[in-house]
């Protein structure tokens, strides 16, 4: 799957994707890494690698948790405001009133979204 | 791929977890901070190992053939360059019922246009929408009174006892004895095929 890929190229690439993604920051204040750093991360939670919970084969703890930012608080614009290229691909959801898309070249970089979609809660991930 | 982030009717909040597992993704859960694996959406350490996410219907396609069915969409307020490296050709529909996972790669699919199965003694259809071969969809195809068996006919998706014509892609019933009924999305979404090996190595993969 993709986050397969994702997950590869974060190994080798951690400062290019970090570096990417603020610098997208920077392009456009809109965007949702923005809002990413507005939801304060738990520092107390449990972590049961940490703890000495037996992880199972072929586990591997690469990166702290939210090194790589999900998107805690996703904005959203009418589909005319955005200038993606026809042919990208996107992750698309549609619920009973509203349909979401999010581009793959974002996903790439941020691999979560958590969001909500006719006021259920959900994770898109890449 | 997307989840519906309830357990019991609560809503939790996943992170990143920074770890990989049979080489794709893990998150944390920030309340019992159990780490989840994302292609089963199951949960594999911690307080809550075991449980599951339910997988809610979502697909991958281009932004034109997504606009194009679903004019009414809103776009995550970001920039998106051209995709590389990933393309629908390379990839596989995967539909994981929980008892049974199976897998249908692209190309195979857009030359049959509609797959009719059995997965985890559920009734399901794989269909490419014949209007844009960049636009997939897994059914279930029980009605409230009838099982549908899905053809592609003269680039029409036609239930093969009722003559009934569904949209391939939203899955709406558009004309003939049925056409009151629409068919039900089911969760489902892409995969490179190594991949699925992977993750579901008790998994079937059509073409065979």
């Given amino acids: 799957m993709a986050a397969v890929a994702i997950g590869i190229a974060a190994t080798v690439a951690i400062a290019v994707v970090v570096g990417f993604a603020v610098s997208v920051q920077s392009e456009q204040t809109s965007d949702t890494s923005v809002a990413a750093t507005e939801r304060p991360i738990p520092s107390d939670v449990y972590d049961p690698v940490r703890a000495g919970e037996e992880p199972p084969p072929g586990f591997r703890q690469l990166l702290g948790r939210d090194q790589i930012a999900p998107v805690y608080n996703p904005v959203y614009v009418a589909s005319d405001e955005v200038d993606w290229p026809s042919e990208s691909l996107v992750l698309g959801v549609a619920g009973t009133k509203t349909a979401k898309a999010y581009p793959i070249t974002h996903l790439n970089q941020r691999e979560m979204v958590i969001d909500t979609l006719d006021g259920t809660p959900i994770l898109a991930s890449w | ?208």
Avoid: C
């Fill in chain 2, 1 to 208: 791929m997307v989840h519906r982030r309830e357990i019991d009717g609560e809503e939790i909040v996943l992170g990143n977890q920074g770890a990989l597992w049979g080489n794709a993704m893990t998150w944390w859960d920030h309340d019992t901070g159990s780490i989840w694996s994302q292609p089963l959406g199951e949960a594999i350490l911690g307080p809550r190992k075991g449980a599951r996410l339910e997988l809610m219907p979502s697909t991958l396609t281009t932004w034109e053939a997504w606009q194009a069915a679903h004019p009414e969409t809103v776009a995550l307020a970001v920039h998106a360059s051209a995709t590389d490296g990933f393309h629908l050709e390379n990839m596989a529909v995967v539909v994981d019922l929980g008892a049974e996972a199976a897998s249908y790669r692209i190309p195979p699919l857009r030359d049959v246009g509609v797959v009719n199965d059995v997965v985890a003694g559920i009734e399901i259809a794989v269909v490419i929408d014949p209007g844009d071969p960049q636009r997939w969809a897994v059914f279930s195809r029980r009605l409230d009174d009838a099982t549908v068996n899905l053809a592609m006919t003269d680039g029409l998706l036609v239930d093969t006892t009722s003559g009934t014509v569904f949209d391939p892609f939203l899955g709406l019933g558009r004309s003939g004895l049925l056409a009151d009924e629409d068919l039900n999305k089911l969760p489902a979404f892409t995969a490179f095929p190594s991949d699925f090996e992977t993750f579901f190595p008790e998994g079937r993969t059509w073409p065979g």
